[in-house]
T-cell receptor, first 112, second 115 residues
Framework: DSGVTQTPKHLITATGQRVTLRCSPR?????VYWYQQSLDQGLQFLIQ???????AKGNILERFSAQQFPDLHSELNLSSLELGDSALYFCASSGGGGAEAFFGQGTRLTVV | GENVEQHPSTLSVQEGDSAVIKCTYSDSASNYFPWYKQELGKGPQLIID?????GEKKDQRIAVTLNKTAKHFSLHITETQPEDSAVYFC??????????????FGQGTRLTINP
């Protein structure tokens, strides 16, 4: 158990809909990262938050947004969903500044 | 930006033999190189990491080597066991500003241990 909690584990939704994925980082970790993993693909960095502020952005679509709340949990919002958004979405947390990153178990999103 | 190349994409070895996975990175500013193991249906699990001030690190049957001059690092698994079968990812950390880092991952190696 990495200490990073993601909910829900599975999500099935229709095209055009909006979903919210939730991540609770390890106790004491200030940084939260979101990654997307498509079928048989590597891990694509989406966005990083550090202590409530956006710090780094990757290949995140404009239809996607994220935020980190004062209690340090984070949410990834995916809107106007397309079939191609079906993937595993992982959250990771670290202490920040080059510390080890630990991943949650992921949310498997299926868009039908 | 940082680019990480990982080889091979698939690797099959006999139980008890050694497995080696290699990665190269492009940004000389990278200082942290973790390796993750991902089993089916699970999230990536950190198994070992190395920082740029160290050339080699060992943890039981797993070792990682780093050549900063050549910008490549490798994962070595000795005396492989069936439970080592998984997808392995290397990564390079790019520290953007204080408190902001980005882990760039290789494409993964699917390791199969044959009994």
């Amino acid at each position: 158990d990495s200490g990073v909690t993601q909910t829900p584990k599975h999500l099935i939704t229709a095209t055009g809909q909006r979903v919210t994925l939730r991540c609770s980082p390890r106790s004491g970790d200030l940084s939260v990262y979101w990654y997307q993993q498509s079928l048989d693909q590597g891990l694509q960095f989406l966005i990083q938050y550090y202590n409530g502020e956006e710090r780094a952005k990757g290949n995140i679509l404009e239809r996607f947004s994220a935020q980190q709340f004062p209690d340090l949990h984070s949410e990834l919002n995916l809107s106007s969903l397309e079939l191609g958004d079906s993937a595993l979405y992982f959250c990771a947390s670290s202490g920040g500044g080059g510390a080890e990153a630990f991943f949650g178990q992921g949310t498997r999103l299926t868009v039908v | 930006g940082e680019n990480v190349e990982q080889h091979p994409s698939t690797l099959s070895v006999q139980e008890g033999d050694s497995a080696v996975i290699k990665c190269t990175y492009s940004d000389s500013a990278s200082n942290y190189f973790p390796w993750y193991k991902q089993e089916l249906g699970k999230g990536p699990q950190l198994i070992i990491d190395i920082r740029s001030n160290v050339g080699e690190k060992k943890d039981q049957r797993i070792a990682v080597t780093l050549n900063k001059t050549a910008k490549h690092f490798s994962l070595h698994i000795t005396e492989t066991q069936p439970e080592d079968s998984a997808v392995y990812f290397c990564a390079a950390d790019l520290l953007i500003i204080q408190g902001a880092q980005k882990l760039v991952f290789g494409q993964g190696t699917r390791l199969t241990i044959n009994p």
